[in-house]
């Protein structure tokens, strides 16, 4: 069962992207979406910055400091009282929060979609900009409205300086080496630690898909975290091979030798270490968009399934699985995990790549007790949820 695309948007074959530009150079895409339709208007995307669970900036090139940002939740009258250039809006995490927008992801999936992080999605006014920076994570910069001018710049690392900033990670140098203006339906891939500088040439919209790259620090860190919560008070260290010290006050390389063993034994166990990078990395952005039911009534999912209604994805879960050799599978989502029988992968595989499920794709897997627990888990956890009746929802 194969769910990902063999190209990319524009037509690119998704392994020559991959051998020759994945993290290694910048690739601009003219028509990557071609005719593209905006399903969000600027007033909408403003709207949404009003909301409490929405993160959201706005950078002022020239506010009451340089480059002042502001963090949202705003009020409408903080709109009114903007200049008429040189500011952005930047909205995280779109996808989560307008299914037109989501839809884009599909395109994607020539690239693990755990890897994803979300889709932000950026309103400025002529002459907008958030200064020129690099990031640590690969994006993909669509244009969805208006024109907006690309400057890319050079590679970057913790050494390259910065202004002097309380809040943006602004280059205080900055290299310019090539330069495009995008229209709507044009993309930009950027590697990570490219610097680059958007400007915008009226007033434009840009769809930034970033992708999740823990760093070294955070692996170490998160996973060593993990494996304390599995080790007992009596595995300490110990020396039964301890020989008379010449010196009592010396750590001699034979204690070190002991140490790196103790550490090498822990990390070298690789189903706990994809154990954890499988919750880690599908631990949601905004957890409480996650409801969790109490409970289901007796058969509730069959009724709904009788009556023809599907399960719907909830937009912020996370779900990836993992087959441990021949013996069975582990379904990660939303930062849990559980471990099933390798005869329900087609199932686990439809879970992780679907974002609706219908009554009739669940059909074959009705009599599966084992099967249907683990659906009726997920509504539990509220990775799904039931799709509403349409003469409900249209009456609200």
Known sequence: MNFAVNTLPGGMPAEEFLRDYWQKKPLLIRQAFPDFE??????????????????????????????????????EDDYRRLPDRDWTLLVQAVDQFVPEVAEVLAAFRFLPSWRVDDLMTSFAAPGGSVGPHFD??????????????????????????????????????????????????????????????????????????????????????HFTDFLAQYLGDEQRYGDADLVLPADPAQIDEQTVDRLQQLVLSLVQDREALGTWFGRFMTEPRYPELIQPQEHLEPDLLGQILDNGYGLIRNPSARLAWRREQDSYLMLFASGEHCVLPIHLL??????????????????????????????????????????????????E
């Open 136 to 221: 640590n994570y690969d994006v993909f910069l669509l244009q969805t409205q208006g024109h907006r001018r690309w400057k890319i710049g050079q590679m970057c690392d913790a050494d390259s300086p910065l202004l002097e900033h309380p809040d943006l990670r602004i280059l205080s140098e900055f290299e310019q080496q090539q330069e495009w203006v995008l229209e709507p339906g044009d993309m930009l891939y950027l590697p990570p630690r490219l610097a680059h500088y958007g400007i915008a040439e009226d007033e434009c919209m840009t769809w930034s898909i970033g992708f999740r790259a823990p760093s070294h620090a955070e692996v170490i860190t």
């Open 38 to 75: 905006n399903p969000l208007s600027a007033d909408e995307l403003a709207g949404l910055s009003l909301e409490e669970e929405v993160e959201s900036r706005l950078v002022l090139e020239h506010g009451a400091t340089p480059w002042e940002l502001r963090r949202g939740p705003f009020a």
């Open 346 to 395: 087609p199932l686990v595989q439809t879970l992780c790549n679907q974002d609706y499920l219908s009554a009739e794709a669940l059909q074959p897997w009705r009599g599966d007790d084992e099967a249907m627990q683990l659906v009726e888990q997920l509504l539990i956890k509220g990775d799904f949820v039931i799709e509403p009746d349409e003469e409900d929802s249209s009456d």
